[in-house]
């Protein structure tokens, strides 16, 4: 079964920084647009940051400048950068993959995606 699975996140004080990680079972990342997507209780699920086989990223407003998505091909893992983080941030973070070279302007659309993971809380305090 394919699915994806999220790591590295947790509690961490306004300012300070997590890296969260996605390894997939069952194949490998290469070839796929990646995301990263998050939800706080209340909200819907917005998309953070996404890196499309070409190597173009795109991240939301609200994270530029904060976070950075990279791939570790090697390790087969994905990974979401977050430094300076605010209590906004606080939210389940979630990883995705499509096979499919989506354009720019849905790089960071839910309905792009089809492997999703269970996710991976962030707690930001202030």
């Known amino acids: 079964q394919v699915q994806l699975v999220e790591s590295g996140g947790g509690s961490v004080q306004a300012g300070g920084s997590l890296r969260l990680s996605c390894t997939p079972s069952?194949?490998?990342?290469?070839?796929?647009?990646l995301a990263w997507f998050r939800q706080a209780p209340g909200k819907e699920r917005e998309g953070v940051a996404a890196m499309r086989v070409d190597g173009t990223t795109r991240y939301a407003d609200s994270v530029k400048g904060r976070f950075s998505i990279s791939t570790d091909n090697a390790k087969n893992t994905l990974y979401l950068q977050m430094n300076s983080l605010k209590p906004e941030d606080t939210a389940m973070y979630y990883c995705?993959?499509?096979?499919?070279?989506?354009?720019?302007?849905?790089?960071?659309?839910?309905?792009?995606?089809?492997?999703w993971g269970q996710g991976t809380q962030v707690t930001v305090s202030s």
């Open positions: 995705a993959a499509v096979g499919s070279y989506p354009p720019l302007g849905l790089l960071l659309a839910q309905s792009t995606y089809v492997l």
């Open positions: 069952g194949y490998s990342l290469s070839g796929y647009c």
